[in-house]
C-alpha cells in the first residue's frame, strides 16, 4: 500500500511539475516563429531591437587590421573586438548578429563560380560566361547548390553572386562573371545559379546594379541611356533573373546612372527595384561604393558592406553619422527600422536563421565532378571542317596555353584559389586584380590518358620555329591561346603576346591545327579562316582540362552555344574607344550608350554587320534539324511559341533551339532591333530521335517600355515567330497577329 501511494505521488508531483512548466516557460518570440512570413519575423525582430542594434544591421566590416586604425567614435572598440574575433580571414565581409534575439552574424564570401577567399582551396566552376553557354539553367542552378555547400561548410551564410551584367561592351573585364548579351539568356542562366545558392539557405546577391558595362573607370564613369532603353536592356536582365529567384539582396555598383551614383540612385533602387518589382530584400553597396549618408540612405541604400575598403569615401553609415542624420530628422527613424526589416527579412525567409552554418569537411572529388560537367555542357565548338574533331590522330603536337600544367581562370573578387594550388604560379599581374591562376587540369595530361594509344608532344610555343618544327612532324597540332580577364581592368580584343602570330605560323605548317581558346569572353581571330577547328572553351573551371579532353576525342559531345556575339573587327563595336581606358583609375569620364537597348547581336542586325562568329552558334559531332514551329496568342500576354527538333545524324547529342520573335515592321513597334530571343530550350537525343517543344514568351520580350506611364506597351502587327539553332541560323517560321496591349510595370 505504501509503496503504491509513493508512486501515485510521485505520478502526481510529475503531472503538475510539466503543467507548471509549461505556464511558466516563456513563449516563442514572434521572429523566431517558423510558421510565421518571413516579412513579419523582420517586422517582430525590429521592434525588439534598439537603436544601436540597428544600426549594427547596416554596417558591414572588412580586413579586421585596417578597421583597427579607425577612430573609436566611427568604430566602437566593441565592434572592432566583434571583427577581430570573427571575421573569416581573407573573406569579404562580416555584419555582427544580435545574440540576445537569436539573429546571427553575416559572413559574406564572394563570388559566382565558387568560394573566394585568399589562400582557401576550394571548387571552382567553368566561369558564369562558360556555363552561360550551356544554355541549360539545371547546369547553373546544380552549380549554384555545389558553391553553396561548400561556402556553408566554410563558415559562410551570404554569397555576393550572381552576375547579370550584359555584354554591352565585349571588352568588358568582367564579362567572364556575367552570362552573355541577353537579357532572357542572363535571366534565366543567373536566376538559376541563384536559386541553386539559395536552396541551401543562403542570401545570394543580385549584381551589379546597374548598367555597370565597363570597368575602365568603374568608381567614377557615368554612364548615360534613356530609361526606356535601360528598361528593355540592363534592367529587364535583371528584372527577369529577379522574377526566377529573388534574391535576398542587390548590390549596387561603382558608377554612376544618369548623373546619381548607382548607390544612391533613387530611380534605380526605389522607383524600379523596390516601388515598381516589390523587392523586399536589401540594397547593399559594393566595397567602397559608398558617397553619402542622408541621400543614400533615402535614395534606397540598406547596407554599407566591406568598410574599410577600396578608398571609401568617409564611413557615412557609421553608427555616429546615422545618429546624427536621425537627430537631425535628414533620416527619418522609419527608413532605419526599413533597412533593418529588409537585411533581415532574407535571413529568415531563405532559412538562414533557421539553418545556422556549420564548418565541416567537404567533399572535393564530387565538387569537381559537378564543375567538369558544368564544363562538358559548356564548350563551345566553333568550327570543325572536314570533321578534324573528334581526334582520330595517332601524333598529336600540343602547343601553348601552359596546357601542360592546367587552365586558365579570371582575377579579381571571383579567383577562386583552386584545391591543388595554382598550376602556373608567378604570372604578371602578381598584384589586383591578379594572380593570375591556372586551375591545375592540364588538358595534355587529360589528353594522354584518353588516348594512350598516341604519341602527344606539348611545347610551350614561345619560340615560334620550334612550334612549327613539331607541327609539322605532328600528324595533328592543337594550340591552346589565352587572354586573361579580371575585374577593375577592360583589355583589347586582340591576343596578347605573339599568340596569333603563333596560330597563323602552325597553321600554316600544319592545315589540320585546331584551335583552343581560353578566354573571359569575344576575341578577334585573324587566323580563323584558315583554321579548320576551334573550340572555345573560356575559363572551363576546376576540371577543364578533362573536359577540353573528353570534348576533342568525342567522349563528351559538344552541345554549348555561344552567349555573346564574336566581333570580325574592332569596326563593328558600337563604340570605338572605353572613355579612361588604361588610364589611371580617378577621372571623371562618361559614356552614352545612344545605341539603348541594340546590345550584341541585336546591334549587328541593326548595322547589318556579319560577325565572327553569332551569338547562339554551336556545332556539335552529330546533326540536328528544326522544323514545325508553332505560336499561339490568347492576347499579347499568353503567347506561346515552339518547334521541334530530330538528331538526323548518327551520335546521341544535346541540341539547343532557340526561338525569335521579329516583328514584321520593328522600326514601327518600336523595337530597337529586328528581332529578339523569346525561348530556348536544350535536349538530348539519340540518333534518329526528335522532340517537340513549346513556352511561354514573357509578354515584355514583345512589349516596348512607356516612361510616360510607367508601363509595357504592344504594338498591334503581324509578328515573326523565328526556329533555329544561333540567331543566324533560324530557318523555319511561323506568323501571329497581335492586338495592342498595355500593362502597368509596377509587380
Known amino acids: 500500500m505504501k509503496a503504491r501511494h509513493t508512486l501515485l505521488t510521485a505520478s502526481l508531483l510529475a503531472c503538475v511539475s510539466t503543467a507548471a512548466l509549461a505556464q511558466v516557460q516563456p513563449p516563442k518570440p514572434a521572429w523566431m516563429d517558423t510558421s510565421k512570413p518571413a516579412d513579419q519575423r523582420a517586422a517582430a525582430a525590429v521592434a525588439a531591437m534598439t537603436l544601436d542594434e540597428k544600426l549594427g544591421l547596416v554596417m558591414g566590416y572588412t580586413d579586421p587590421e585596417q578597421l583597427m586604425k579607425e577612430p573609436d567614435d566611427i568604430v566602437s572598440p566593441a565592434i572592432k573586438a566583434d571583427v577581430k574575433a570573427n571575421h573569416i580571414k581573407g573573406s569579404a565581409g562580416y555584419i555582427a548578429g544580435i545574440p540576445r534575439l537569436g539573429i546571427p552574424a553575416q559572413w559574406q564570401t564572394d563570388a ?17 560566361l562558360a556555363t552561360a553557354a550551356s544554355f541549360d539553367p539545371k547546369i547553373t542552378e546544380m552549380g549554384g547548390v555545389m558553391i553553396a555547400t561548400e561556402a556553408r561548410a566554410s563558415g559562410f551564410n551570404v554569397f555576393l553572386a550572381g552576375g547579370g551584367n550584359l555584354a554591352r561592351e565585349p571588352r568588358n573585364g568582367r564579362n567572364f562573371e556575367y552570362t552573355g548579351e541577353d537579357p532572357l539568356l542572363t535571366g534565366r542562366m543567373t536566376g538559376g545559379l541563384i536559386n541553386g545558392i539559395q536552396s541551401q539557405h543562403m542570401v545570394s546577391t543580385m549584381k551589379h546594379w546597374a548598367v555597370n558595362d565597363q570597368e575602365s573607370q568603374r568608381t567614377t564613369v557615368d554612364a548615360t541611356i534613356s530609361k526606356p532603353a535601360m528598361r528593355q536592356s540592363d534592367l529587364l536582365a535583371f528584372e527577369m533573373i529577379y522574377d526566377l529567384s529573388n534574391p535576398g539582396s542587390v548590390m549596387c555598383s561603382y558608377n554612376l546612372v544618369n548623373g546619381d551614383w548607382a548607390c544612391e540612385n533613387d530611380y534605380l533602387n526605389n522607383q524600379v527595384l523596390k516601388d515598381d518589382w516589390g523587392f523586399k530584400g536589401y540594397v547593399m553597396s ?51 527600422d526599413d533597412m533593418a526589416e529588409r537585411i533581415l527579412w532574407p535571413l529568415f525567409a531563405k532559412g538562414v536563421v533557421d539553418n545556422p552554418v556549420k564548418v565541416g569537411p567537404i567533399d572535393f572529388e564530387a565538387d569537381a565532378n559537378v564543375s567538369q560537367k558544368a564544363a562538358e555542357a559548356s564548350l563551345v565548338l566553333l568550327k570543325n571542317e572536314g570533321d578534324l574533331l573528334p581526334l582520330k590522330a595517332k601524333s598529336i603536337a600540343m602547343i601553348g596555353g601552359h596546357a601542360n600544367k592546367g587552365v586558365m581562370a579570371g582575377g579579381g573578387s571571383s579567383g577562386v584559389t583552386p584545391v591543388g594550388g595554382n598550376a602556373v604560379p608567378g604570372l604578371e599581374p602578381k598584384s589586383w586584380p591578379g594572380p593570375v591562376v591556372f586551375m591545375p587540369s592540364s588538358p595534355v595530361e587529360a589528353l594522354k590518358a584518353a588516348k594512350p594509344e598516341a604519341t602527344i608532344t606539348y611545347i610551350s610555343g614561345d619560340n615560334i620555329k620550334k612550334a612549327v618544327a613539331l607541327a609539322k612532324k605532328s600528324e595533328v597540332a592543337v594550340v591552346f591561346v589565352t587572354q586573361w580577364m579580371g575585374e577593375g581592368i577592360d583589355n583589347p580584343l586582340e591576343l596578347p603576346g605573339n599568340q596569333d602570330a603563333l596560330v597563323a605560323a602552325v597553321v600554316k605548317a600544319n592545315p589540320k591545327t585546331i584551335v583552343v581558346v581560353e578566354s573571359g569572353g569575344a576575341i578577334l581571330m585573324p587566323w580563323a579562316d584558315k583554321t579548320p577547328a576551334i573550340l572555345e572553351a573560356f575559363y572551363p573551371g576546376a576540371r577543364g582540362g578533362q573536359a577540353i579532353a573528353n570534348i576533342l576525342t568525342g567522349m563528351v559531345n559538344p552541345s554549348g552555344h555561344l552567349p555573346i556575339s564574336f566581333p570580325a573587327s574592332n569596326a563593328q563595336l558600337a563604340h570605338a574607344e572605353i572613355p579612361g581606358f588604361h588610364k589611371p583609375d580617378g577621372i571623371r569620364v562618361g559614356i552614352t550608350y545612344d545605341e539603348g537597348a541594340a546590345i550584341g547581336y541585336k546591334w549587328y542586325d541593326v548595322k547589318g554587320f556579319k560577325p565572327l562568329f553569332a551569338f547562339g552558334h554551336g556545332l556539335s559531332y552529330t546533326t540536328f534539324a528544326t522544323s514545325a514551329p508553332v505560336a499561339t496568342a490568347d492576347g499579347p500576354n499568353d503567347v506561346s511559341v515552339g518547334g521541334s527538333v530530330t538528331n538526323t545524324g548518327k551520335t546521341a547529342g544535346a541540341a539547343v533551339m532557340q526561338v525569335y520573335v521579329s516583328p514584321a515592321d520593328w522600326q514601327a513597334a518600336g523595337w530597337e532591333a529586328p528581332k529578339r530571343l523569346v525561348a530556348f530550350h536544350k535536349v538530348d537525343l539519340a540518333p534518329g530521335q526528335g522532340q517537340n517543344f513549346t513556352a511561354k514568351v514573357d509578354p515584355k520580350l514583345l512589349a516596348t517600355y512607356d516612361e510616360t506611364t510607367d508601363s509595357w506597351v504592344v504594338k498591334a502587327g503581324v509578328y515573326h515567330v523565328l526556329l533555329g539553332q544561333a540567331s543566324d541560323n533560324l530557318p523555319q517560321s511561323v506568323d501571329i497577329t497581335l492586338p495592342e496591349s498595355r500593362w502597368s510595370a509596377v509587380h
Open 112 to 128: 559566382s563560380i565558387g568560394v573566394r577567399v585568399s589562400g582557401m582551396e576550394r571548387t571552382a566552376l567553368p566561369s558564369s
Open 286 to 336: 559594393d566595397w567602397g561604393a559608398v558617397h553619402s549618408s542622408a541621400k543614400a540612405a533615402k535614395a534606397g541604400l540598406d547596407q554599407f558592406t566591406g568598410y574599410p575598403c577600396c578608398g571609401h569615401h568617409g564611413a557615412f553609415f557609421s553608427a555616429k553619422t546615422l545618429k546624427a542624420d536621425i537627430d537631425s530628422g535628414a533620416i527619418p527613424m522609419s527608413r532605419i
